[in-house]
């Protein structure tokens, strides 16, 4: 399973992978973060990708829209 930390928003669509953490962040639409990746406190735009494993802190990421 996933863990969500709030304060955190996600959008339609979105697939969160096994193991994922998904803290203080916000993903639009489409987004998807693989298995084991790690966000805090970033923005992920539409169609926005944290590949599996990925640690992303602080951070814009656009996506494909």
Do not use: F, K
């Not at 996933?2 to 203080?24: H, Q």
Request: with cysteine; proline share 3%; net charge negative.
């Amino acid at each position: 399973d996933a863990t969500i930390v709030g304060p955190a928003a996600i959008g339609a669509g979105c697939e969160i992978g096994r193991e994922a953490v998904v803290a203080r962040s916000v993903l639009w639409d489409r987004c998807a973060v693989g298995a084991g990746a790690m966000l805090d406190r970033c923005l992920l735009a539409d169609g926005g990708l944290v590949p599996a494993g990925g640690d992303v802190y602080a951070t814009l990421r656009a996506g494909t829209a």
